[in-house]
């Protein structure tokens, strides 16, 4: 077994630089720059997708019909299992320790990062966006706080004192946002209103259900835009607490179950709804085939490791009522539970219908992708890859090399189906070929793997902002988390 999992090693290794090149070379799609949608969803676990077949409870029909015209993934990924840090690798295509947003007590997304949206207007698209933002400037932000509001330095800062004047220039009207009708809940900072009108920027309250309104925000821009390529960032507030539902969803879940279970549902119900209005519309004004669709949650279901279905009134930090099964831990880990989830391409004209890709992706692949199919040059800057060679053909190599993670205090990498973790001082080696996946630490069977996948790890993290793997003690949360969910023994 030990020269089998050597030889699947150094076959991902040898293959692919060479493969690699060819999928980038090799012109595999139309000239006609698609319409491009990134629809990513908030604290969603892994299991909360009809299509995935993991609960029964679930009902998602329009999201399992845009996988069943598209590419689910099985093995896709974030950078962080956190709000913060995963919505700026996803928007930079970079992995954002590189720039120092490790975790949401870090700093905003710097000024001086291209995004996506920028990088798509230097392609001709117009570009907009809905729902949560949460890359603006914070009260939790020591690190920024201390360089920027040195007044606040010594004091317990509340979110009143950073001003609105001092947020303004991380919003996403001044971030490559051409249109905007950005806020999680019901007040909004628009510059387009729902029925599809222009107007000057303004703050507005909406009346109605916070999920209804993101995809009202949407439908309105594609209508706005038909005429043209764009490019549009939907980023449903959900399922993450506060819990909300009104009752034409809630209906849809009656008998006995935990009430966060039922909300949670209902809540994906209404993003589900949401995924049928928008594939309606572009189907009704002829664009369907010809755009691009990501599906994606930001990261894996905050458990609370025991599910306390605490009352719904509660609007703080608890379970939001999703489930992460079959996956090892939750939200704040970097166990599969924490950074793999729901992951959906969908582009009728050019992907293959229904297929299901087991190879690890990360969220970091959407920006390289959108620039390719955009007819822009690759971006040597940005750590993803264009997946739509890898989807289309049956390439014999993964997308990468190496997938690279560092949260709080851990750290992990995963190449080809092997993944060592160092978490304080505990070190984790495991086999994701084997199901369930993180059952078992083989670190001791396998040493000279596991160190040379750390020194790979090493030499990655020496290229961070703030460099190094983590010397320093799991904090008490992961401390409880890593106690729970991994393995006592090492075999």
Known sequence: MIRAIQNRYYIYKVSFAFLTYIALVIPLYSQDKPNIIVIYTDDQGYADLGVQGLVDDIKTPHIDQLAGRGVRMTSGYVTAPQCIPSRSGLLSGVYQQRYGLDHNGTIPMPLDQELLPQMMQKAGY????????????????????????????????????ISLEEKMPYYPSSRGFDEYFYGPMNRYWINYDLQGNKVEPQ??????????????????????????????YLSYFAPHVPLEATEKYLKRFPGDMPERRRYCLAMMSAIDDGVGQIKETLEELGLLENTLIFFISDNGAPLKIDKKDIPISFKGGA????????????????????????????????????????????????????????????????DGVNLIPFLKESLRTDPHENLYWRFWNQTAIRSGDFKYLVAGNKEYLFDLSESPVEDENIISQYPQLAAVMRKKLERWTDELKNPGISQLSLTSAEEAWYEFYLPKTIK
Not at 128 to 151: F, R, S, V
Not at 213 to 229: C, H, Y
Not at 319 to 346: A, F
């Open 319 to 382: 379970w939001d009522g999703s489930l992460n099964g079959p996956l090892v831990g939750e939200k704040g880990m970097i166990t599969e539970g924490g950074i793999r989830v729901p992951y959906i391409i969908s582009w009728p004209k050019v992907l293959p219908k229904g297929k299901v890709y087991h190879r690890p992706v990360i969220s970091l692949d959407v920006a390289a992708t959108a620039l390719a199919v955009a007819g822009l040059d690759p971006n040597p800057n940005l």
């Open 203 to 232: 703050w507005k309250e909406e009346e109605g259900y916070r999920l209804d309104l993101q995809t009202e925000a949407t439908t309105a821009f594609i209508k706005r835009n038909k005429d043209q390529a764009f490019f549009y």
């Open 126 to 161: 117009i570009t907009g966006m809905t729902g949560k933002w949460h890359l603006e400037p914070n009260h939790q932000q020591i690190t920024w706080i201390e360089e920027n509001l040195p007044q606040l330095k010594d004091k317990e800062v509340q979110p009143s004192d």
